[in-house]
């Protein structure tokens, strides 16, 4: 008798399709997360290569290996948008395609942090946006691993 793979869970909203919003409690103080989110050589070591600076209105980019899947030449444009030290961390995020803008709150709780990514703007009707979505949704939450490592490091 064959069997009926099991429920793939309840659908998307268009609401969800639109943002990655991830959280997760790391066991350092905001000020050493917040140091590996904006130190441009601690960013490099696990976000990408930069010349970030923790200033509004900064231009910047990130590089990286190009994604041919999804039209990614690997160079991030991105500016500050907003900027409290040890709070928040709002920059503007283009692939030169698509536009987004990206947040990292940070609140203390107990002894460490809890650290906030919303990534935004992506179009729930658009195929390769929804594919960028789901690689970079697998792959933020690799990168929290890395910045709790290098934050204990601090």
């Known amino acids: 008798m064959p069997q009926t793979p099991p429920p793939a869970g309840p659908p998307e909203t268009a609401e969800?399709?639109?943002a990655i919003r991830l959280d997760q409690f790391l066991a350092h103080p905001p000020a050493k997360v917040w140091r590996a989110l904006t130190e441009p050589e601690l960013l490099a070591r696990w976000l990408m290569p930069n010349d970030f600076k923790p200033e509004?209105?900064?231009r910047f980019t990130f590089t990286t290996t190009p994604k041919k899947a999804v039209g990614f030449d690997?160079?991030?444009h991105c500016e500050v948008l907003a900027i409290e030290p040890a709070k928040l961390l709002r920059l503007a995020w283009s692939d030169g395609r698509v536009d987004w803008?990206?947040?990292w709150r940070l609140e203390p709780e107990g002894k460490g942090t809890r650290l906030f990514l919303d990534h935004e703007g992506f179009d729930p009707d658009d195929e390769v946006q929804q594919l960028s979505r789901r690689i970079m949704g697998g792959g933020w939450p690799?990168?929290?691993a890395t910045i709790e490592a290098l934050a204990a490091e601090l």
Do not use: L, M
């Open 56 to 58: 509004v209105g900064h």
């Open 101 to 103: 803008t990206v947040t």
């Open 16 to 18: 969800e399709r639109t």
């Open 74 to 76: 690997g160079v991030v």
């Open 142 to 144: 690799r990168h929290f």
